[in-house]
């Protein structure tokens, strides 16, 4: 005879059922809700990494530098942080500008290897990169790229004022926590959730800069040799690039690539250099980084392309960037609460998203 559920079986079912329905739609309206609020929360929660960055930095410069002055490692942390955020700015629209000087050599260029391709492949018309050009509409993309310089523009402007109110409140959050979490043990809980977190990112922020240091540093050797212009700008490509996980560092070795087609004489020296830079990007990511990165992270691999494509819908460019951080510091928080801590073993590598865990709160 065929086993009979027992009722307390069956309740326990739909309970189960019912729970995953619930976290199910409370991921939809949250998505939705980033989505809604995306141009206030953007710039903030850069705010929140830029300050976490010079944090890190700051007591990087007090605990590893010797005989640095103590008072002055905050100053130099911001300092170090706002000189990089301004030089990719001014990079930026200082090549920009160096683009449209050169524009009408690429159209030489572009036509030239068009109507190579069209030998190649016995094509009876030649397209002209005019052709091309009138074929595509550029007027039509011409709201967008100004609403897109507008909103990069807004939001870097919105990042910094954020961080400057950040760090002059960044004092008050210990006196704030006291007067939240009025018990010990609720602010022992509290402290140790944040340290987590903070531990987490900087972890994150650390290897993804020290990997990217390296990878910027072997390909500009490698864009230098073979003679490809605007080296500084590729390499601020490539270094951004690489924060973006398990794609980034690999479409930004190919920005260059590209152009050097427009700029070399022949195709072969751009063979040579995309081949070269893609060689650089795998040796990097799948020798040194994972022996830096070792256990540090802990999340599913499968978690991080999700993360991605997750955050990348909600925010765009900017979640792309800062979505491992931010599945680091959800399954920090998640782990330490009994009813989410499944969503917590889901996220990690191992099942053990904290081996310190108690088995009960």
Known sequence: MPAVKRPDQSLSIELKSLQIAQIITATILTGFTLWALRRILEPFVLGVFLLIMIDGLARALRNRVPGFPRPAALPAAIAAILAIFGLTIWLTFDNAAGFAAESTAYTVRVNALLSLAAQQFGLTVTPTAASLIRQLNPARFAGELAGGLSHFAEGAVFTLIYLGFLLASRRGFAAKAQEFFRTGPERREAALIFERVRQGVERYIWVQTVVGLIITALSAAMMWATGLTHVAFWC??????????????????????????????????????????????????????????????????????????????????????????????????????????????????????????????
């Open 236 to 361: 601020a490509i490539i270094f951004l690039a690489n924060y973006i996980p398990a794609i980034g560092a690999a479409i930004g070795v190919l920005f260059p690539a590209a152009f050097g087609l427009l700029e070399f004489d022949g195709v072969w020296r751009a063979v040579v250099l995309v081949g070269g830079l893609e060689a650089i990007h795998f040796a990097v990511s799948h020798v040194v980084q994972p022996r830096m990165q070792g256990k540090s992270l802990n999340v599913d691999p499968i978690v991080v392309l999700l993360a991605l494509a997750f955050w990348g819908v909600v925010w765009g460019v900017v979640g792309a960037f800062l979505s491992t951080p931010l599945t680091v510091m959800a399954m920090a928080i998640l782990a330490e609460f009994k009813g989410s801590r499944p969503l917590a073993v889901l996220l990690s590598s191992d099942g053990k998203p904290y081996a310190d865990l108690a088995s009960g709160e």
